[in-house]
């Protein structure tokens, strides 16, 4: 099997988890931000993740991710009880619409103000003046993508804090979200709201710091060293 991924993507990174939570081997093709050439060619479309397994391409973080438990169903990624599988796919689903693209609009807006570090994401190859030009042109075109501007911050960061009290209160005392032990929906809520590292304005959040220690148990280290790196 083949992942195509841009590393620092949380989409990638939660196939990533899954994948190591199943033992499955696999290669990686990082390609850069810019270019969606491999993705377009394997699955005629530019997004990632992409997951090549001969000659079956899977687009999409969570069809990959019950692609690999049809594929290899031990250990499960999903309850086998048609109701709990089916309040776990629930839950998965509110993990990636609670903090995807909060989380990410809320790390991209912290990285803006930290000189170079996003030309080092996306151009790591450049230096000197030839980076930072391309960060600004970078940066001009994460900002109209994701649309990402100061007032919008200010109001993700607090959806951001409701968001992480709610996890929190879902998962309670317990270890994961269901008794059957990591799924799906635990991968999504980890890795989705993993960004949220970046910005400082959180860290003095206590559900905040709950939900980011909780999900560093299923985190592979570089992850968590990507994101926490300030």
Same mark, same amino acid.
Request: charged share 30%; net charge positive; glycine share 6%.
């Given at each position: 099997m083949k992942l195509i991924q841009i590393p620092f993507s949380h989409n990638c990174i939660k196939v990533r988890v899954a994948l190591a939570v199943k033992k499955l081997p696999y290669e990686v093709e990082n390609i850069p931000p810019r270019d969606r050439s491999s993705p377009l060619q394997a699955s005629k479309q530019g997004l990632v993740p992409?997951?090549? =397994? /001969? =000659?079956?391409?899977?687009?999409?973080?969570t069809a990959i991710l019950l692609y690999l438990e049809e594929r290899q169903p031990d250990p499960p990624l999903l309850p086998r009880d048609p109701q709990e599988r089916a309040r776990c796919l629930l839950l998965e689903d509110w993990? =990636?619409?609670?903090?995807?693209?909060?989380?990410?609009?809320?790390?991209?807006?912290?990285?803006? &103000? &930290?000189?170079g570090r996003l030309a080092s994401m996306f151009f790591p190859g450049d230096r000197g003046l030839r980076a930072r030009i391309k960060e600004r042109a970078a940066k001009k075109?994460? &900002?109209?993508?994701?649309?990402?501007?100061? $007032?919008?911050?200010? %109001? =993700?960061? $607090?959806?951001? %804090?409701? $968001?992480a009290a709610l996890a929190m209160d879902l998962l309670g005392e317990r270890p994961w979200l269901q008794e059957s032990g990591p799924t799906v929906a635990d991968i999504a809520l980890a890795t989705m709201s993993a960004p949220l590292l970046v910005a400082q304005e959180l860290r003095d959040d206590a559900a905040v710091r709950a939900? @980011?220690?909780?999900?560093?148990? @299923? @985190?592979?280290?570089?992850?968590?060293? @990507?994101? /926490?790196r300030s």
């Open positions: 992409v997951l090549v =397994d /001969g =000659d079956r391409a899977i687009a999409d973080s993990a =990636d619409r609670a903090f995807m693209e909060v989380s990410r609009r809320i790390a991209y807006g912290t990285i803006f &103000q &930290q000189p075109v994460v &900002q109209k993508r994701f649309r990402i501007s100061e $007032a919008r911050h200010a %109001r =993700d960061l $607090a959806e951001a %804090r409701r $968001a939900l @980011l220690a909780w999900g560093g148990k @299923l @985190l592979p280290p570089d992850v968590t060293a @990507l994101y /926490g």
